[in-house]
Nanobody
């Protein structure tokens, strides 16, 4: 049974940095696409960033709201993905969810395309 286990997160002041990581355990196959979504109180879950591996090539995609501040990286062989976040603002406060899929996802932003999800980790940015 595949489980996505997130780590990191926590409380940070505005302007600070934080890193969240995720590992897909129990998988007998390689995840081709892994990403991060977030959900703030009273809001819908939204795409943050994703990374996709395909025959030696790596592609990434970012929500415009985090582009230039967040960096997604990972290791396809280890089924891991991380999100380095800098210049955090209170608007980044949310539960961050790791998502993964074994398939090549041409479009990495739609949440329903991902088969596997983590439980979420809280990121709180104080002003």
């Amino acid at each position: 049974q595949v489980q996505l286990v997130e780590s990191g997160g926590g409380l940070v002041q505005a302007g600070g940095s934080l890193r969240v990581s995720c590992e897909a355990s129990g998988s007998t196959f390689t995840m081709t696409t892994m990403g991060w979504f977030r959900q703030a109180p009273g809001k819908e879950r939204e795409f943050v960033a994703a990374i996709r591996w395909n025959q030696g090539d790596t592609a990434t995609d970012y929500n415009d709201a985090v582009k230039g501040r967040f960096t997604v990286s990972g290791d396809s062989a280890k089924n891991t993905v991380s999100l380095q976040m800098v210049s955090l603002s209170p608007e980044d406060t949310a539960v961050y969810y790791c998502a993964a899929d074994r398939l090549f996802l041409p479009y990495m932003r739609p949440a329903p395309l991902y088969d596997y999800w983590g439980q979420g980790t809280q990121v709180t940015v104080s002003s």
